[in-house]
T-cell receptor, first 117, second 116 residues
Framework: AQKVTQAQTEISVVEKEDVTLDCVYE???????LFWYKQPPSGELVFLIR??????QNEISGRYSWNFQKSTSSFNFTITASQVVDSAVYFC??????????????FGKGTKLSVIP | GAGVSQSPSNKVTEKGKDVELRCDPI?????LYWYRQRLGQGLEFLIY????????KSGLPSDRFSAERTGESVSTLTIQRTQQEDSAVYLC??????????????FGPGTRLTVL
């Protein structure tokens, strides 16, 4: 089973600031997946990234970047030069690689990001 | 192409009544998931369908909850004798499924259920 902690309940930043959303997970699996989803005010979850546990390379996609540290069980998400459209709730979600329940995403409570113009 | 659709978008019901929520997955997606999201919380897994295999119902919170899926198409989530604690947004997701665990889940817009 997996567990995820997103310690930051709400964050407010001024537009163009950088912001990092923390994610710490717990798992007994040696291999697993990690996902980030965005939930804008409209409510529909949008997939952002997936990462498997044996690939520790950091990833950058435009203004988004992810820092995966297996040693500390963290998978943090940074938005550079934030924009108002980034305002949403962001969820980190681990998923088992195989076995019972390996199709389930385990969601944390999410971090609500507000970008102020 | 069309994404995952859910209906109704909003449902208000009285305590004790039964409700039925519908999900239309993306065409060709063999896997279908139901999640529940209470206000200010993350998503809780409810049930998973994969093709014609027996569904995994391990996340259903009580026997008042049930779900069906015909083949690889529409799914309905039924809540009998609704209680106020059932108030939440019910989200459906679908994915390509099959043996790959990597596949991305695509979510619908959800049904907001309010039990008075």
């Amino acid at each position: 089973a997996q567990k995820v902690t997103q310690a930051q309940t709400e964050i407010s930043v001024v537009e163009k600031e950088d912001v990092t959303l923390d994610c710490v997970y717990e798992t007994r699996d040696t291999t697993y997946y990690l996902f980030w989803y965005k939930q804008p005010p409209s409510g529909e979850l949008v997939f952002l990234i997936r990462r498997n546990s044996f690939d520790e390379q950091n990833e950058i996609s435009g203004r988004y970047s992810w820092n995966f540290q297996k040693s500390t069980s963290s998978f943090n998400f940074t938005i550079t030069a934030s924009q108002v459209v980034d305002s949403a709730v962001y969820f980190c979600a681990p998923k088992a690689w195989e076995g019972a329940g390996s199709y389930q995403l385990t969601f944390g409570k999410g971090t609500k990001l507000s970008v102020i113009p | 192409g069309a994404g995952v659709s859910q209906s109704p978008s909003n449902k208000v019901t009285e305590k004790g009544k039964d409700v039925e929520l519908r999900c239309d997955p993306i065409s060709g997606h063999t896997a279908l998931y139901w999640y529940r999201q209470r206000l200010g919380q993350g998503l809780e897994f409810l049930i998973y369908f994969q093709g014609n295999s027996a569904p995994d119902k391990s996340g259903l919170p009580s026997d008042r909850f049930s779900a069906e899926r015909t083949g690889e198409s529409v799914s309905t989530l039924t809540i009998q004798r609704t209680q106020q604690e059932d108030s939440a947004v019910y989200l459906c997701a679908s994915s390509l499924g099959g043996r790959g665990r990597w596949d991305e889940q695509f979510f619908g817009p959800g049904t907001r259920l309010t039990v008075l």
